[in-house]
């Protein structure tokens, strides 16, 4: 079974913190995303991978990055994380090439800045 | 950029009926359309794939039609049971390598 492990399921932060969120993916996948989900919006890409390294930019970038030094491993750093940044940060993994394959997603983190 | 709609009203039938679940978008035809369930407080976990040249796919009591005349995905779940109670969610692809989701409709079907 595909697993996607994320480092917290809750998270609480102070405003300017800087905040990492850990993603780790056991199938040996190529493409790893980060999404975050607010109420009436949906998912909404903030970054994703296709390779070790590799990395673009998603639909909301803005006051995030991310790393993958690792093929297993996606990390999304909030810089100086700021209350508009709370929400349900969810981490997923799928096979290389065209969004033909599903994507598998981790459990999420609820993170609330205050 | 591709905006997709789903009904954001929650839907409401009695066990044992069909739940139809629509998906609608503008602009460009996706070449793949993909359905996703998420329960309350965990990640979507993958339902189905349809391809453009694609009119249907089934998988047991699901079934997903694409029209791409219409610019809609229609979700059915015949014989719905109360533990199909979620939302559903409907993705399609950008020509990048990465899916945009719709928000979401929640299901709930009462005993």
């Known amino acids: 079974d595909v697993k996607v492990t994320q480092s917290s399921r809750y998270l609480v932060k102070r405003t300017g913190e800087k905040v990492f969120l850990e993603c780790v993916q056991d199938?040996?996948?190529?493409?790893m995303f980060w999404y975050r989900q607010d109420p009436g919006l949906g998912l909404r890409l903030i970054y994703f991978?296709?390779?070790?390294?590799?990395?673009e930019k998603g639909d909301i970038p803005e006051g995030y990055s991310v790393s993958r030094e690792k093929k297993e491993r996606f990390s999304l750093i909030l810089e100086s994380a700021s209350t508009n940044q709370t929400s349900m940060y969810l981490c997923?993994?799928?096979?290389?090439?065209?969004?033909?394959?599903?994507?598998?997603f981790g459990p999420g983190t609820r993170l609330t800045v205050t | 950029s591709q905006k997709i709609e789903q009904n954001s009203e929650a839907l409401n039938i009695q066990e044992g009926k069909t739940a139809t679940l629509t998906c609608n978008y503008t602009?460009?035809?996706?070449?793949?359309l993909q359905w996703y369930r998420q329960d309350p407080g965990r990640g979507p976990v993958f339902l189905l794939l349809?391809?453009?040249?694609?009119k249907e796919k089934r998988k047991e009591r699901l079934k997903v039609t694409f029209d791409t005349t219409l610019k809609q995905s229609l979700f059915h779940i015949t014989a719905s049971q109360p533990a199909d109670s979620a939302t559903y969610l409907c993705?399609?692809?950008?020509?990048?390598?990465?899916?945009?989701f719709g928000s979401g409709t929640r299901l709930q079907v009462q005993p």
């Open positions: 199938m040996d996948h190529e493409n």
């Open positions: 602009n460009y035809s996706p070449a793949y």
């Open positions: 997923a993994s799928s096979l290389p090439g065209t969004t033909s394959y599903e994507q598998y």
């Open positions: 991978s296709y390779d070790v390294k590799m990395k």
């Open positions: 349809i391809r453009e040249n694609e």
């Open positions: 993705a399609l692809d950008t020509g990048r390598r990465a899916l945009t």
